[in-house]
């Protein structure tokens, strides 16, 4: 009759230490107690104590209480329409890469002045950006304006390259940040803000506007670097010893 006795004992130990295994790891303050942990813990407890305690855990989890999958129409249309993104990794970096490419396509294609390379001397286009912008607008620089056009075609050109691979990004950003701005104060300058914000352009002609959000694409990219796909990332992944976690 003892060892009846002592068998649902040691039977009745060893539930209570598995139920108290589950239910601390269900309660645990990094844990949430949801639907699967209490069947997790419901099953390992009906499988060495009464069934009675194993249904009541049972019918304790509540079905409707599992977290819904959200969708993309729940981004669309719910809560987080409204949200900010406060770090820019994973999907959320994705909009980066062709926004750096085609911008850097884009600045080789205004540095190309008058021919295929930067800096084409001796051609109608190259002579007429030194005749038509350099000399009037930025005639107080020292040197020749056909040196100071040479160095805003490189600049173009180069740094357009460079930032559309990600290598030295910010460095590229840098350089561009300041041709652009150069050219928003040519255009303020020779046509001021042509009625901005409400005011009528002629002939659709919104001169300062193109380089002003040129602007401000290379100063984020100043402030935040190439982003993924790029050769900084690369090469910061090699040579980095800091740990990103809250950069």
């Known amino acids: 009759m003892k060892l009846p ?29 949801t639907a699967p942990a209490v069947v997790r813990a419901s099953r390992s407890f009906s499988a060495t104590g009464p069934a009675s305690v194993a249904t009541q855990l049972n019918m304790a989890a509540d079905p409707s209480s599992e977290e819904k999958k959200e969708t993309t129409w729940d981004r669309i249309t719910g809560p987080k329409i409204f949200k900010t993104v406060t770090n820019w990794s994973g999907i959320h970096s994705v909009p980066l890469v062709p926004l750096r490419v085609l911008t850097g396509l884009l600045m080789v294609h205004h540095g190309s ?38 160095v805003h075609d490189y600049a173009e050109f180069v740094g357009g390259a460079l930032f559309a691979v990600g290598f030295l990004t910010r460095p590229a950003a840098l350089t561009l940040l300041g041709t652009m701005m150069s050219a928003v104060y040519f255009h303020l300058s020779a046509t001021g803000l042509q009625g901005f914000p409400l005011g009528h352009v002629q002939n659709y002609s919104y001169d300062f ?3 002003l959000l040129y602007s401000l694409i290379f100063l984020m990219f100043w402030f935040n670097g190439a982003g993924p796909l790029s050769v900084d990332s690369i090469i910061y992944n090699q040579i980095s010893t800091e740990d990103e976690e809250g950069l």
């Open 5 to 33: 006795l002592l068998s649902v004992a040691a039977s009745a130990v060893a539930t209570a230490t598995v139920l108290s295994a589950d239910t601390a790891m269900a309660f645990s303050p990094t844990t949430a107690l």
């Open 113 to 150: 002045e008058g021919g295929l390379g930067p800096a084409n001397f001796g051609t109608p286009e190259f002579q007429g950006f030194v005749d038509y912008i350099m000399k009037p607008y930025f005639g107080f620089l020292p040197g020749s304006p056909e040196f100071w056009a040479a």
């Open 209 to 211: 506007e193109e380089p």
